[in-house]
T-cell receptor, first 112, second 111 residues
Framework: ETGVTQTPRHLVMGMTNKKSLKCEQH?????MYWYKQSAKKPLELMFVYSLEERVENNSVPSRFSPECPNSSHLFLHLHTLQPEDSALYLCASSQAFGETQYFGPGTRLLVL | QKEVEQNSGPLSVPEGAIASLNCTYSDRGSQSFFWYRQYSGKSPELIMSIYSNGDKEDGRFTAQLNKASQYVSLLIRDSQPSDSATYLCAVNGGSNYKLTFGKGTLLTVNP
């Protein structure tokens, strides 16, 4: 499935670094999502965008900053992360709210 | 707090058997229900969606929904070793955009 792409696929960063995760969807969808998946925990919804407007900020620390410049692209800017932020970060998109979400391959993040 | 509960497993079945995966949810207003499969190190991929009570079949997969009991299940017939993965149940909690995921059930199909 290449409908949703994410880069980079793997990222190692120190706690003082700044990095960005990128997501692009080629499905013509109107909604995009960021999820965090940690070991032994359910997928956690972080942010939701609909038509480039943020509609959900699920109590995420400010060291994570999303950006949605258009309906096809979604970024997650990272700064001064903590080791507990190490996880798989997944981007997803759907045609509309409540409809099937399609996931990208994810970015495996390790914070040292 | 809207919750989705799944047995974490592992659920182990022999090749060719029927694997039965179960999920319960707490929000009675839920409208949409999804089963995703996630291989180790990969992202979730959609297997089935179901919106109304009853059974929905797609190949070897059957999803069953019982809204009165707040229960959704996935049956995999003629299980294959390639079906070995974690199966995630996801429920749209009535707020239209938020999917709540269970922790997933690890299924192992033994040759």
């Amino acid at each position: 499935e290449t409908g949703v792409t994410q880069t980079p696929r793997h990222l190692v960063m120190g706690m003082t670094n700044k990095k960005s995760l990128k997501c692009e969807q080629h499905l013509g969808h109107n909604a995009m999502y960021w999820y965090k998946q940690s070991a032994k925990k359910p997928l956690e919804l972080m942010f939701v965008y609909s038509l480039e407007e943020r509609v959900e900020n699920n109590s995420v620390p400010s060291r994570f900053s999303p950006e949605c410049p258009n309906s096809s692209h979604l970024f997650l800017h990272l700064h001064t992360l903590q080791p507990e932020d190490s996880a798989l970060y997944l981007c997803a998109s759907s045609q509309a709210f409540g409809e099937t979400q399609y996931f990208g391959p994810g970015t495996r993040l390790l914070v040292l | 707090q809207k919750e989705v509960e799944q047995n974490s497993g592992p659920l182990s079945v022999p090749e060719g058997a029927i694997a039965s995966l179960n999920c319960t949810y707490s929000d009675r207003g839920s409208q949409s229900f999804f089963w995703y499969r996630q291989y180790s190190g990969k992202s979730p991929e959609l297997i089935m969606s179901i919106y109304s009570n009853g059974d929905k079949e797609d190949g070897r997969f059957t999803a069953q929904l019982n809204k009165a009991s707040q229960y959704v299940s996935l049956l995999i017939r003629d299980s294959q070793p390639s079906d070995s993965a974690t199966y995630l149940c996801a429920v749209n909690g009535g707020s239209n955009y938020k999917l709540t995921f269970g922790k997933g059930t690890l299924l192992t199909v033994n040759p």
